[in-house]
Every structure is written in C-alpha cells, then in structure tokens.
C-alpha cells in the first residue's frame, strides 16, 4: 500500500514570508514527485515536479527531493495571499499517481 | 489551445442509479486517469487507459469502468450509485503513454441522495 504522508494544516505565514511544505512517501519505486495547487471548489493546478535528488527552483517556488529519506518539500519564497490553498504532493510510479491528502496553506496580509 | 475537459460540471443521482462521465484530454496527449476525490480527501486514483484499454487500476470496486475512445476522450460509468459515491470526479491526461506530467480538468462533482 503505497501511503503519502502531509501535514493537513493549516500552515499559515505572513505576506512575504517563506512557506515550507513537507511530505513524505513509503514506496521506494517512485520515480519524480509532483506539486500540485488547489483552490477551494477548484481542481488540482500543477505547480512543480522534480525527479532528481536536490533542489529545483522555478520561480518564487523550490522543490527538494531526499530519495534516501523518502522526503519531499516545497519552498514558496514571498508568499502571497493568492498562494493560500492545498498543496497536494504526489509521488509518481508505475504510471500512476498517488496523492496525499494536501497541506492547507494561509496566506495573511 | 484547449486543455482537459470534462462534462458534466455537476450531477445529482439517487441510490442505486447509474452514471457516465465524459473526459476529453489535451490536445496531443493519449493517456488519461481518473480520480476520485471526497471532500478533505486527496485525489484517489480510480484507473489509467491507454490505447483504448485499461492499464493500470486502484483500489476501486468492479462498479466502477470505463472505456477510451480512439479519439483518447474517455468515459468514467458508475453503476448501482452509494451515497459514499458523492464526490468530485477528476480526469487527468497526459502523454507520452503516461510518462508525463499529468493536467487535470475541472472535474465533475457528483452527488448522491
């Protein structure tokens, strides 16, 4: 059973502060690992994806992968009001994705 | 360009129904997966098709088919409909067979009275 573990939130932080979203997974077969955004209502955005141990920016967001530890994080640098919604983290393996149950992230001007 | 979409937007069944669900993919891509996904709940992942058969396949019931047209677009068919059905009902496509990123469409949300 492949599990993917999130803290469910929320994790609220101040305009311009950093946000640190961390996740977990069990199944060592995952290949790359998939940031997905999701408003209320809305359906999952995606926002990042790495495949390689380190670090991958693009933008105001950074993603870090730890195949060893089983760990994943995404780093949103100058967080705006308009990043508050679920991040959801998603491991991907054998052509398909799991999901965690997301982290709820607020945003407070 | 248009990306994933999804029809209907909304729908509401009682017990014991049946439904279908509709899912065109991107433009170029040839894979598409369907999630379930209850309120507070990630997505969870329903089946996959690819060349019009079934690939890979979640810890759902038999209820729960579909099928994958030639033209990739997909249909989700729920029958003998639960209340723990009610649920938003995402489509994902991607290409490369699956070995890509996969966008999902807007969804539709299902409920069962």
């Known amino acids: 059973q492949k599990e993917v573990e999130q803290n469910s939130g929320p994790l609220s932080v101040p305009e311009g502060a950093i946000a640190s979203l961390n996740c977990t997974y069990s199944d060592r077969g995952s290949q790359s690992f998939f940031w997905y955004r999701q408003y209320s209502g809305k359906s999952p955005e995606l926002i990042m994806f790495i495949y390689s141990n380190g670090d991958k920016e693009d933008g105001r967001f950074t993603a870090q992968l730890n195949k060893a530890s089983q760990y994943v994080s995404l780093l949103i640098r100058d967080s705006q009001p308009s990043d508050s919604a679920t991040y959801l983290c998603a491991p991907w393996g054998y052509s398909t994705l799991t999901f965690g149950k997301g982290t709820m992230l607020l945003v407070s001007p | 360009d248009a990306g994933v979409t999804q029809s209907p937007t909304h729908l509401i069944k009682t017990r014991g129904q049946q439904v279908t669900l509709r899912c065109s993919p991107k433009?170029?891509?040839?894979?598409v997966s369907w999630y379930q996904q209850a309120l507070g709940q990630g997505p969870q992942f329903i089946f996959q098709?690819?060349?019009?058969?079934?690939?890979q396949r979640g810890n759902f019931p038999d209820r729960f088919s579909g099928h994958q047209f030639p033209n990739y677009s997909s249909e989700l068919n729920v029958n003998a409909l639960l209340l723990g059905d009610s649920a938003l009902y995402l489509c994902?496509?991607?290409?490369?067979?699956?070995?890509?990123?996969?966008?999902f469409g807007d969804g539709t949300r299902l409920s069962i009275l």
């Open positions: 433009s170029g891509h040839d894979t």
């Open positions: 994902a496509s991607s290409s490369g067979g699956g070995n890509q990123p996969q966008h």
């Open positions: 098709y690819y060349e019009e058969e079934e690939r």
